[in-house]
């Protein structure tokens, strides 16, 4: 059984996003991060929380805890319709290998957009592209 794949199609189904999907073998701890354009309120958490509670116990998955919760602020950024719907957002974003004349891996700066594979990213020395399958990491950056 594909546990993420029953995750996303329970989050889906009740209209929201599954951002991020989490599992520790160690504390049998499920961890489900979900989101929508509105933003995630308690109530979004409990009835995602039920569903999957009831769904779980039907497809007979073995677990201790089931936490359902909002990405937060930083909130990851994982597949390119992330990096599409935050255009304008100001990130910070980590690659797998050093790029950039081979010494960067760190980068914070405006978003500008997802084009041909490539996370469009505005800097403060000049725009850069960052093919997807290099991006290790990528977070939103608060504003206050």
Do not use: W
Not at 22 to 39: A, C, H, N, Q, W
Not at 93 to 116: A, E, Y
């Amino acid at each position: 059984m594909d546990l993420h794949g029953l995750v996303e199609q329970v989050v889906s189904g009740l209209g929201f996003e599954l951002v991020d999907f989490d599992t520790s073998p160690k504390s049998r701890l499920l961890r489900v991060f979900i989101d929508i354009e509105r933003g995630i309120t308690v109530d979004d958490c409990a009835a995602v929380s039920n569903q999957l509670t009831r769904v779980f116990e039907v497809e007979n998955v073995d677990y201790d805890r089931l936490e359902v919760s909002s990405p937060g602020l930083d909130r990851p950024l994982k597949k390119p319709a992330d990096f599409e719907r935050f255009a304008g957002e100001t990130i910070q974003l980590r690659t797998h290998l050093p790029i950039n004349d081979g010494n960067q891996r760190n980068f914070s700066g405006v978003l500008k957009g997802f084009k041909d594979g490539k996370v469009l990213l505005a800097l403060a020395q000049g725009d850069i592209e960052i093919p997807f399958e290099e991006v290790e990491k990528a977070r939103l950056v608060p504003q206050f």
